[in-house]
């Protein structure tokens, strides 16, 4: 960031979860990073992901009220990548920033997939999530790759619902396989050891986000020091 420019940070939070996890990273980001970081809270099964976006467009409208010149960066957990890909290719008025993406699987999941086809009616994932697993095309986030650098984040510590429900293609990071967070158009992508959960829990990952939002590349020099310590 430069003197005098502001820099936003919207985090979305992925399935069953409230955003509560992340206070760690929110706060690292704005104490250490100085960014201005806000928490979207939303619906994750009763919503489809249309509906979601456009309360994370006026999430960030109205909370935030970005100034021209400032910036408006998204971190989704999960899910809640797919929340802001979908608002970044539905409203083309988005200001300018970058995105991360901490696990998000962008065509579909073996694990959410398996879970949406055991008996019952959906209400473990909701029927209308259940629909969009299905259906998932990673090609229908291309217009959001074209404008804006995305970075993806795996994690590879797997342990998680997934293990348990179905065999995960190695690595995972317990619910996510590596493989379903990848894709040509990302910017950059890098594996941390990380569970799903600690995703948003982990310091390292936390500094990871800050220098993509920063530079828009993560920090490989910073990961190898840390390995060979």
Do not use: I, Y
């Given at each position: 960031?430069?003197?005098?420019?502001?820099?936003?940070?919207v985090m979305v939070h992925g399935l069953w979860l409230n955003g509560t996890e992340a206070s760690v990273m929110r706060r690292r980001l704005t104490d250490r990073y100085r960014f201005d970081t806000r928490q979207l809270h939303y619906r994750t099964v009763r919503a489809t992901l249309e509906q979601n976006a456009i309360h994370l467009r006026e999430f960030a409208e109205?909370?935030?009220?970005?100034?021209?010149?400032?910036?408006?960066?998204?971190?989704?957990?999960s899910r809640g990548g797919l929340v802001i890909l979908m608002r970044l290719a539905e409203c083309d008025a988005a200001?300018?920033?970058?995105v991360v993406m901490l696990g998000t699987p962008l065509a579909g999941g073996v694990a959410a997939e398996r879970i949406a086809m055991l008996p019952g009616d959906g209400s473990l994932l909701g029927q209308s999530l259940v629909e969009e697993v299905l259906a998932q095309d990673a090609s229908r986030w291309a217009p959001c790759f074209e404008v804006r650098e995305i970075g993806m984040i795996a994690g590879t510590l797997g342990v998680g619902l997934g293990r348990v429900v179905t065999s995960l293609p190695e690595p995972n990071d317990g619910t996510v396989a590596v493989e379903e967070?990848?894709?040509?158009?990302?910017?950059d992508h890098l594996k941390l050891a990380a569970t799903h959960t600690?995703?948003?829990?982990?310091?390292?990952?936390?500094?990871?986000?800050?220098?993509?939002?920063?530079?828009?590349?993560?920090?490989?020099?910073?990961?190898?020091?840390?390995?060979?310590?």
């Open positions: 960031m430069t003197e005098g420019e502001t820099s936003h940070v109205h909370e935030l009220r970005p100034r021209p010149g400032s910036q408006c960066h998204f971190v989704g957990h200001p300018p920033g970058r967070t990848r894709s040509p158009l990302l910017t600690t995703l948003v829990t982990s310091r390292e990952v936390t500094d990871q986000v800050a220098a993509f939002l920063n530079h828009g590349r993560f920090n490989r020099e910073r990961k190898k020091l840390r390995e060979m310590s």
